[in-house]
């Protein structure tokens, strides 16, 4: 790589942002108010599959207790699988009146999928805030690679849910206005 690299890359990234006076910065290819656009904040949550996936490898390699993977109490693939599904009605679609409750509720229920694994995966570590659930501790959760679940993963799927709602409400809010004027 040549010297100044990072800098031209900079330069890239903040030229795909633009400032918006009521929104704030939001990357130009994000725009899902129109039909057509690729809503990347609803079809990000996929990767949730394959956390799950890897939850359950570990179960099955006795490296983690039964409540941890979906065999046990964590629907959290639920979000995963339904990702798609959101993101193209959202895509084809546009944000509709009909479809802003729809994406407001499954980001809701995304992030009650999230609390639920989160708390239980906090119970189950050893520690103080462990409680005797069958299938024991939940050791591997502080090893690497697991450790990138909650460090980092958990806080990514908060974040997108968190995202996908404010251009839900935004998109409402301009509809409504609009249909005021």
């Not at 956390?51 to 964590?74: C, D, K, M, S, Y």
Request: aromatic share 8%.
């Amino acid at each position: 790589l040549q010297p100044g690299w990072r800098c031209a890359l900079c330069r890239q990234t903040l030229a795909n942002i633009r400032v918006n006076p009521e929104t704030g910065p939001i990357l130009r290819a994000v725009n899902v108010q129109r039909a057509g656009a690729a809503p990347p904040w609803a079809a990000g949550q996929r990767f949730r599959i394959i956390v799950e996936t890897i939850l359950f490898w570990l179960w099955q390699a006795g490296r983690a207790p039964i409540q941890v993977p979906f065999e046990g109490r964590n629907f959290d693939m639920l979000a995963g699988l339904t990702a798609p599904i959101v993101a193209v009605i959202v895509a084809t679609q546009g944000l509709r009146a009909w479809i802003i409750p729809a994406v407001l509720i499954w980001n809701l229920l995304g992030l009650g999928l999230l609390a639920n694994i989160m708390f239980t995966a906090a119970t189950s570590v050893p520690g103080p805030m462990q409680i005797a659930l069958p299938g024991g501790a939940f050791e591997a959760l502080a090893s690497w690679p697991v450790v990138w679940i909650p460090a980092f993963l958990a806080p990514v799927a908060v974040f997108l849910h968190v995202v996908s709602i404010r251009q839900v409400l935004t998109a409402r809010e301009r509809g409504l206005k609009e249909n005021l004027a």
